[in-house]
Every structure is written in C-alpha cells, then in structure tokens.
Nanobody
Framework: VQLQASGGGLVQSGGSLRLSCAAS????????MAWFRQALGKEREFVAG????????YYSDSVKGRFTISRDDAKATQYLQMDSVKHEDTAVYYC????????????????WGQGTKVTVSS
C-alpha cells in the first residue's frame, strides 16, 4: 500500500484545515486507516483512526470533538477534518494503514505516507 498525504499548511488558531491521504496498491478498503502527528522534538502520536470493517472511529483525547476522520473507499482516500485548531496542533501529520491496528502505537502500523506539515499561528 502506498500512501500520499496532502493538505497541510499555515492556518490561524481557531480555523480549519482538511488533510487528505490518497492510497494505492492493494485493496485499500480492507485496511484500517489512521492519522498520527509528530511535533518538533516529540514522539509520533496517534491522532485518529477509522476501521475498514464497520467505519468505527477513534480519537485521541487531545483532538476529540475538534477533528473528524473519514474515508471514501471509492476514491481510496481518507481525510482528517481539523476544526478549531490550536497552536499545539502544530506538527507534521502522517497517514498510516494496517490490516489489524486501527489506533495506538505507531509501530503497530505497517504502511506510512510521507507526512504533511501543519502550522497553527497564534
């Protein structure tokens, strides 16, 4: 599975941004998809995940109620809608895929995109 993330950029605090992750290769509709982020000097952390089987979604406490993950299997693309962004959301965002993992540690995911940078100005 090859993943290509896009949509990052500069956004003002309180604003919105939508990230996209285009997938190709194997039957991506059979893969759980997720977003992680890594701020400067910090470890990569889980942000949101969506299951292939039933569309269940999972969020970290820090983004719950502000971010929304979704997928369009017909387009082989997943999205992360980021609303009410905060300065602490500044990071490089990575999309990931796995047949089993849908949330948790980054080392549980098999496939990764290249990352897209999000900067939130105060």
């Amino acid at each position: 599975v090859q993943l290509q993330a896009s949509g990052g950029g500069l956004v003002q605090s309180g604003g919105s941004l939508r990230l996209s992750c285009a997938a190709s290769g194997r039957t991506v509709s059979w893969y759980n998809m997720a977003w992680f982020r890594q701020a400067l000097g910090k470890e990569r952390e889980f942000v949101a995940g969506i299951a292939w089987s039933d569309g269940s979604t999972y969020y970290s406490d820090s983004v719950k109620g502000r971010f929304t993950i979704s997928r369009d299997d017909a387009k082989a693309t997943q999205y992360l809608q980021m609303d009410s962004v905060k300065h602490e959301d500044t990071a490089v965002y990575y999309c990931a895929a796995d047949r089993i993992a849908v949330r948790g540690n980054a080392n549980q995911f098999s496939y990764w995109g290249q990352g897209t940078k999000v900067t939130v100005s105060s």
